[in-house]
């Protein structure tokens, strides 16, 4: 069993059930990377400042470097009697090193060390995130630009209400992943911040040069208060609610997905790779994946308010409550991951129904609107305007007809103002084709919103 660094204090061995509750090591050994490199940089530090010796120094870091290849080989494994991964490294370099791995944690505290793991660990999870979040921006934007002319019903209250194009509905997914993007960039940046030489809360006695660190370790600048240092935990909040959005996204396209390739829709089918059976109905073609995503963001939104509920009450500087930061930081760094390498090939598989989306949009009198503004044009005022056409949906609805199939002599009983024109002007094809407002789904606003959006994407790729 691993001794208790900080046993001096202590006349008993601690019960072997505190043990395992106080242990991290199970999901902070994810870190060893991590705090190998914070290590290293201390040690570099240290020597650089005549704490210890250079000799001492490069000593300690020339271990640090075998314990990394070693756990890397798989020719070390975690001691999972450690108390958590800071512990077992010094250690295990005190263990080769003797009485110089025990001068590694000369002006250093856990608490400094864990807040330093836990900034270089998801800073390098945020850069994979990104990259995920901009491979499905790029997968929709393909997809987009083979269905600017697909017309779709857009709803509001799951009613058909307007017609639009498929390609318009999946840009709108892109703008929602872009702003995920940027939050990701922002949390990163404020994330940026070295807490290394904060100590325990009150920094040290020692000369040590925090600037030093902080730059070897590729931080824009040391946090300016030592207490701030080792209690904030905001990185981890913002983090988390930044998955949040990208999940609550996901989830809002799952739905969509999922009643897609219902039978009631049929606007899309899902490949065979990523869908499943049943075990007792063989005609079934279930959307598991988009299911799981769904439910997954219930659990991600759940990491976010415990994050949130853990810190509320807690006073400065370091609390053991902290420790439940990783469970859930982590667990939300791992979802998003998951869902995002699995909804990318999905959605870029899938078939798409053209002729099931259309003969959707033809039903609905989504082009209602469309034929009050017909009158608007001829000078009604809206208000009047609506009425009337309400009027006509509620005929055509009794009658059972559409806006196309109705009469023109009903059209010119309730007013003159209409003409044989009016055909042209509700249809799908005229009403899309003429919705060209800015971010409007008229086809050429859409390449135009494609085209921008290629542009960003490859803006924040260089």
Known sequence: MADKMWAGRFSKEVDETVNAFNSSIAFDGRMYRHDIQGSIAHAKMLGKCGIITENDSMQII?????????????????????EDIHMFIEAELTKRLGSVGKRLHTSRSRNDQVALDVRLYLRDEIEEIKALVLKLCKVLCEMAKKHTETVMPGYTHLQRAQPVTFAHHLMAYVQMLLRDYTRLEDTAKRMNECPLGSCALAGTTYKIDRHMTSKDLGFDRPME?????????????????????????????????IMWCSWEFKFIELDDAYATGSSIMPQKKNPDVTELIRGKTGRVNGN????????????????????????????????????????????ETMKVNA???????????????????????????????????????????????????LPIEDYKKLSDLFGDDI???????????????????????????????????KELEK
């Open 62 to 82: 020339d271990g640090l470097k075998e314990i990394l290849a070693d756990l890397e080989s798989g020719e070390l494994e975690f001691d999972m009697t450690a």
């Open 225 to 257: 208060n030592s207490l701030d240092g080792v209690s904030d935990r905001d990185s981890c909040v913002e983090l988390a609610c930044a998955i949040s959005l990208i999940m609550t996204h996901l989830s809002r396209f799952s739905e969509e997905v």
């Open 304 to 347: 976010l308010m415990t994050l949130l509920s853990m810190l509320k009450g807690l006073p400065l500087a370091y609390n053991k409550d902290m420790q439940e930061d990783k469970e859930a930081i982590f667990d939300s760094v791992d979802n998003v991951k998951l869902c995002l390498k699995t909804f990318i090939p999905m959605t």
């Open 355 to 405: 002729d099931r989306m259309r003969a959707a949009a033809a039903g609905g009198f989504i082009n209602a609107t469309d034929c009050a503004d017909y009158l608007v044009k001829h000078g009604m005022p809206f208000r009047d305007a609506y009425k009337i056409t309400g009027t006509l949906v509620a005929e055509c609805i009794d009658r059972n007809l559409t806006l196309e199939t």
């Open 423 to 457: 055909y042209d002007a509700i249809s799908l094809e005229t009403c899309v084709r003429e919705r060209k407002s800015f971010g409007g789904p008229a086809p050429d606003c859409v390449k135009q919103q494609i085209e921008t959006a290629e542009s960003r994407i």
